[in-house]
């Protein structure tokens, strides 16, 4: 699977945006972006996946760079529900299992 | 409700004992994974099952052994044979009908294991 790049932690403050950065210069062109959350000490949670346009959805927006070798996860209002390390996963066309790294811990301050 | 059910939440056992984690999932998904998490650490896979009586080998399956009799169980035995097993364990499931690499993955609550 592709490597994927991303920050070990930031902070941000409550109710504001948040952008969450993710490099996968090698990624292939098959290969779909997907973010996971995982709140402490719960199993993650799905959040949002693309593959070239910028996806919305009741969570969060994916924005993907034309190019396709790095995204950013926005989160449009930070709230304290939403700390928590966040995994940017590239996934191929085959149904295998997620690949973590060690994701961006996000901290968000009152 | 449909989802994913991981008992215990805490398990402690003593060294040299073979412990069995328990997963049950009512979704209907063909597949199942279990991950191993340690402290600060990304998860880590360990074995995998896109259908009954079929499972793989994930990146860190020795010391672990697991079966798929049932497509809505997929237990996890912890042998003695695993030299670091104290850590967070996760379950999860995803569909397999077509549109893989956008399936999604539904993650269980987890089980904390502590050997002694």
């Not at chain 1, 000490?41 to 070798?69: C, F, W």
Request: aromatic content about 10%; overall charge negative; proline content about 5%.
């Amino acid at each position: 699977d592709a490597k994927t790049t991303q920050p070990n932690s930031m902070e941000s403050n409550e109710e504001e945006p948040v952008h969450l950065p993710c490099n996968h210069s090698t990624i292939s062109g098959t290969d779909y972006i997907h973010w996971y959350r995982q709140l402490p000490s719960q199993g993650p949670e799905y959040v949002i996946h693309g593959l070239t346009s910028n996806v919305n959805n009741r969570m969060a927006s994916l924005a993907i760079a034309e190019d396709r070798k790095s995204s950013t996860l926005i989160l449009h209002r930070a709230t304290l529900r939403d700390a928590a390390v966040y995994y940017c996963i590239l996934r191929d066309e085959g149904n295998t299992p997620l690949v973590f790294g060690k994701g961006t811990r996000l901290s968000v301050i009152a | 409700d449909g989802g994913i059910t991981q008992s215990p939440k805490y398990l402690f056992r003593k060294e040299g004992q073979n412990v069995t984690l328990s997963c049950e999932q009512n979704l209907n998904h063909d597949a199942m994974y279990w991950y191993r998490q340690d402290p600060g650490q990304g998860l880590r896979l360990i074995y995998y099952s896109q259908i009954v009586n079929d499972f793989q080998k994930g990146d860190i399956a020795e010391g672990y052994s697991v079966s798929r009799e049932k497509k809505e169980s997929f237990p996890l035995t912890v042998t003695s044979a695993q030299k670091n097993p104290t850590a967070f364990y996760l379950c999860a499931s995803s569909i397999d009908q077509g549109g893989g690499a956008m399936n999604e993955q539904f993650f269980g609550p987890g089980t904390r294991l502590t050997v002694l």
